[in-house]
């Protein structure tokens, strides 16, 4: 049993070698194709690092105020603003004399039965 | 030059995950390391599971530029390069296989050695021819396993780790994985220049 348990793994290693003796070794164009595409990749990623790496005040100032559409939020409301201050300074005016025509109607809150205590209390 | 080779030198001791990470932030030197430390392998690797040299170069070249694209996102915690490369090579070459649908098992063109006369080395392509087809035939695992193990020279713990698998359990799937391979082969006994029992 072992004898025969043992020339069955003899027999299989040869096998084995001869399979790894028809193996072909890898080749030296192989290294050289693979050594291009490092180099290519590398090109890129120098490429792409700096820009990824590259954080200016400006970029976090926008950042900061809250991206796009927050920049453009600020653009309407400050365009309005300078519109209305420029093209039309007299709305101040109009304004105050709106102020000063505004009637009050003012309520008479005091108690209207005030006197009525001393009337009925006899004082 | 001095630098450069003084680089190099510092560069060959590191780990692999170190040397990824070296690629990645700069230094291209380190990818020659790499290449020189994984090549052959995958190629030895492609090169049992396809049966064919031109397909077993492009598998590892390919494997080989998905490594340096990944670097530059390559978490240390993942697993070994190794590892991860063994699973790229085994995907692609499914891929090629499929790409194929036959798989030629009289494909190996090597030339005649000068050491080897004619005899001999025809002996050894039928026998080499004749264990890749019961290798083929065996199920995935044990294929794997055995291929590793004795054509690729992996050792069992290397293998467990890129199988997912305990070492008793690749230790019994390459057992099982010779004994039928072992089977298989006894019918062509005589013509493979072994004397029948």
């Given amino acids: 049993m072992t004898k025969s348990k043992n020339n069955r ?20 164009s192989l290294r050289d194709k693979i050594l291009k595409n490092s180099e290519q990749e590398f090109q890129k990623s120098k490429s792409y690092v700096p ?38 300074p007299h709305w101040s005016n109009i304004i105050l004399q709106l102020d000063e025509n ?22 | 030059m001095m630098k450069s080779l003084m680089r190099f030198d510092q560069l060959s001791g590191m780990s692999d995950d170190a040397l990824l990470k070296a690629y990645a932030n700069g230094i291209p030197e380190a990818s ?14 492609a090169f049992h599971r396809v049966r064919n040299e031109a397909d077993a170069d492009d598998i590892a070249q390919e494997a080989m530029l998905r490594l340096w694209r990944i670097a530059p996102n390559w978490n240390q915690g993942n697993a070994k ?15 090629r296989l499929r790409q194929k649908k036959i798989v030629n098992l009289e494909a190996v063109t090597e030339p005649i050695d000068d050491r080897q006369n004619v005899t001999n080395y025809l002996l050894n392509q039928s026998r080499a021819n004749a264990l890749y087809s019961a290798l083929a035939k065996l199920p995935v695992r044990q294929r794997e396993a055995v291929s590793m193990r004795h054509l690729e020279g992996i050792s069992n713990p290397e293998i467990a780790e890129k199988l997912e698998l305990s070492i008793e359990a690749v ?19 005589s013509e493979l220049g072994y004397q029948n029992d």
């Fill in chain 1, 9 to 28: 793994d003899f027999e299989l290693e040869d096998y084995f070698a001869a399979a790894k003796q028809s193996a072909p070794k890898a080749s030296k």
């Fill in chain 1, 51 to 88: 820009k990824k790496l590259q954080n200016s005040w400006w970029n976090n100032l926008f950042k900061e105020l809250g991206g796009f559409y927050s920049i453009v939020g600020y653009g309407t409301v400050a365009t309005i603003g300078i519109f209305i201050g420029l093209s039309s």
């Fill in chain 1, 102 to 123: 505004i009637t009050i109607v003012e309520v008479e809150l005091a108690d209207p039965f005030v006197d009525l205590n001393s009337l009925y209390l006899g004082e």
């Fill in chain 2, 32 to 45: 020659q390391i790499l290449t020189d430390r994984f090549m052959s392998k995958i190629f030895t690797q």
């Fill in chain 2, 81 to 95: 390069i190794s590892t991860w490369l063994y699973k790229i090579v085994n995907n692609l070459c499914i891929d």
């Fill in chain 2, 171 to 189: 230790e019994s799937l390459i057992a099982r994985g010779k004994k039928a391979l072992s089977d298989a082969l006894r019918s062509q006994k």
